[in-house]
């Protein structure tokens, strides 16, 4: 048996006898919380270690314990009380649907944009912007009512795709993805969010090779000023409504003011 042939033999094990829906949704929500606390550990030991300040976004602001055990707590009741229904119930839709970064990335534009209309960034938003200089773990520390609306976007892709997949073009098997796909782009999603939330900028971010990638160059601004840059993947949203002005005005001060630096100690 070659190592397809066992990992299949393997899965297919895991569902023998029982129930469907269960095993996926444990499956589910035990690697969405490995994936987003592992990701987020990464960037926590940075904060610890001096060498890595360079690539801090916003040096002058200090994260406490206290910040990140608040942070945790919250996070850890958002995931077991909202979240964890959420991915329970995604899968009985999942299973006929495929998912695209570009219709979570407009949507959350959209209803992000819609989130700083003063009545509901008061009621609801403004919990997630507690926050001004964001780390990793608070990427999901919002209002329940966010973390629902918003997670929308993430099984919304899903959903309208195989809608007119299945109703559209009548196709009921041959575009249907498996379960690991899915998987895989429930990974994707919470690496982009706690990268985005980061706090860092490395030589290596993947806006530095992708000049339309947001990442947490972009997002930490918003953070930082509490308008502009309300896309999560992409930049040209943004760009095209103009939410990105005072932003690339903010980063081009910036690199002439390090420009300035750089010549004095010449």
């Known amino acids: 048996m070659d190592q397809a042939s066992w990992l299949e033999h393997q899965w297919q094990e895991l569902y023998r006898d029982r129930n469907p829906l269960l095993v996926t949704g444990i499956l589910a929500f035990t690697m969405h919380e490995l994936v987003y606390f592992g990701r987020f550990i990464p960037f926590l030991i940075c904060d610890f270690i001096p060498y890595f300040k360079q690539y801090k976004i916003q040096q002058n602001k200090v994260n406490t314990s206290a910040d990140y055990w608040k942070c945790t707590k919250q996070v850890l ?11 329970f119930l995604f899968h009985p839709m999942a299973s006929l649907l495929a998912i695209f970064f570009v219709f979570e990335d407009a949507y959350h534009y959209a209803v992000h944009r819609l989130m700083h209309w003063p009545p509901l960034y008061k009621r609801i938003h403004k919990v997630h912007h507690e926050y001004a200089s964001p780390f990793g773990i608070a990427a999901e520390y919002a209002h329940p009512l966010e973390t629902s609306i918003l997670g929308f976007g993430t099984i919304g892709g899903p959903l309208i795709y195989h809608a007119v997949e299945k109703y559209v073009f009548h196709s009921d098997r041959h575009w249907q993805l498996h379960l690991f796909t899915m998987l895989f782009w429930i990974v994707c999603r919470l690496c982009q969010a706690i990268d985005c939330h980061s706090g860092y900028d490395f030589p290596w971010s993947l806006r530095h090779f992708i000049p339309f990638w947001a990442g947490a160059d972009h997002h930490d601004y918003h953070h930082m000023a509490f308008v502009g840059n309300y896309a999560s993947s992409f930049r040209w949203w943004d760009y095209i409504f103009g ?5 690339r005005a903010y980063r081009k001060k910036q690199a002439e003011q390090k420009r300035l630096d750089q010549k004095k100690k010449l």
């Not at 009741?77 to 991915?87: A, D, M, R, S």
Request: net charge negative; charged share 20%; hydrophobic share 40%.
């Open 77 to 87: 009741y958002q995931h077991f009380l909202f979240e964890g229904p959420l991915i």
């Open 243 to 247: 939410t990105d002005v005072k932003y």
